[in-house]
Nanobody, 115 residues
Framework: QVQLVESGGGLVQPGGSLRLACAAT????????MSWYRQVPGKERELVAL???????KYANDVKGRFTISRDNGKNTIYLQMNNLKSEDTAVYYC?????????WGKGTLVTVSS
C-alpha cells in the first residue's frame, strides 16, 4: 500500500522559514516524479514545486527564489525548504507522487504564516 506522509507544517511569522518533508512507502520512489501542491479554502489545488526522477526542478512563479524542493532517494523522502514566508503562503501543503497513470497524494500539512 502506497503512503505519502507529510510533516513539518506549523505556525510561522512572516519572513520566517519552514522545512516540509514527505516520506513515501510502498512505491519505487526513485522512479516517481514528486511534487508539492498547496490549497486554500475555496481555491483549486496548485502546483508549488516539482522534482523529476533526474532531479530537474520546476517552481510556481510566486515561490521562485524562496522555496527549494529536494529529494533523497535513499530515504524515500522529498523536502520543501520555504524561506521568506509570506501570509499568502498560508495553505495546506500536499505531497504528490506520479508515474505514468499512477498518481498518489498525502493527506497534507497545514502551514500558517501570521504574526
Amino acid at each position: 500500500q502506497v503512503q505519502l506522509v507529510e510533516s513539518g507544517g506549523g505556525l510561522v511569522q512572516p519572513g520566517g522559514s519552514l522545512r516540509l518533508a514527505c516520506a513515501a512507502t510502498g512505491l519505487s520512489f526513485s522512479t516517481y516524479a514528486m511534487s508539492w501542491y498547496r490549497q486554500v479554502p475555496g481555491k483549486e489545488r496548485e502546483l508549488v514545486a516539482l522534482i523529476g526522477i533526474y532531479f530537474a526542478t520546476k517552481y510556481a512563479n510566486d515561490v521562485k527564489g524562496r522555496f527549494t524542493i529536494s529529494r533523497d532517494n535513499g530515504k524515500n523522502t522529498i523536502y520543501l525548504q520555504m524561506n521568506n514566508l509570506k501570509s499568502e503562503d498560508t495553505a495546506v501543503y500536499y505531497c504528490n507522487g506520479k508515474r505514468n497513470t499512477l498518481d498518489y497524494w498525502g493527506k497534507g500539512t497545514l502551514v500558517t504564516v501570521s504574526s
